[in-house]
């Protein structure tokens, strides 16, 4: 059973970056697609962006596609979501997760496909 930690999130300003961690623990990272989603005060989770065991496989929602990018460090056990061009409407607190996939290239969006979830990171961003 893998373990997730979730940081970087923030206060940022419209405009500005920032980059999330989060750091797995406890099974074998590489075992793992990992996904970031994001929840907005009362809204529903949302898959922002995901990628394959190998990292070889991306996928973007449409609203973040061009601004936000997602990178594995299989070695460190890590995932990255570096943030560009923050809007107001990225504000939400952000969970990375991980999907047990057979396939090195098999890529989900849906969140009923993750089986570990991290605890959240607050990224606020102001106008």
């Known amino acids: 059973q893998v373990q997730l930690v979730e940081s970087g999130g923030e206060l940022a300003q419209a405009g500005g970056s920032l980059r999330l961690s989060c750091a797995a623990s406890?099974?074998?990272?590489?075992?793992?697609?990992m996904g970031w989603f994001r929840q907005a005060p009362g809204k529903e989770r949302e898959f922002v962006a995901g990628i394959s065991r190998s990292g070889g496989r991306t996928y973007y929602s449409g609203s973040v596609k061009g601004r936000f990018t997602i990178s594995r460090d299989n070695a460190k056990n890590t995932v990255y979501l570096q943030m560009n061009s923050l809007k107001p409407e990225d504000t939400a607190v952000y969970y990375c997760?991980?999907?047990?996939?057979?396939?090195?290239?098999?890529?989900?969006?849906?969140?009923?496909?993750?089986?570990?979830w991290g605890q959240g990171t607050q990224v606020t961003v102001s106008s």
């Open positions: 997760a991980a999907d047990p996939v057979y396939s090195t290239t098999t890529l989900r969006t849906a969140s009923s496909e993750y089986d570990y």
């Open positions: 406890g099974g074998a990272f590489s075992g793992y697609a």
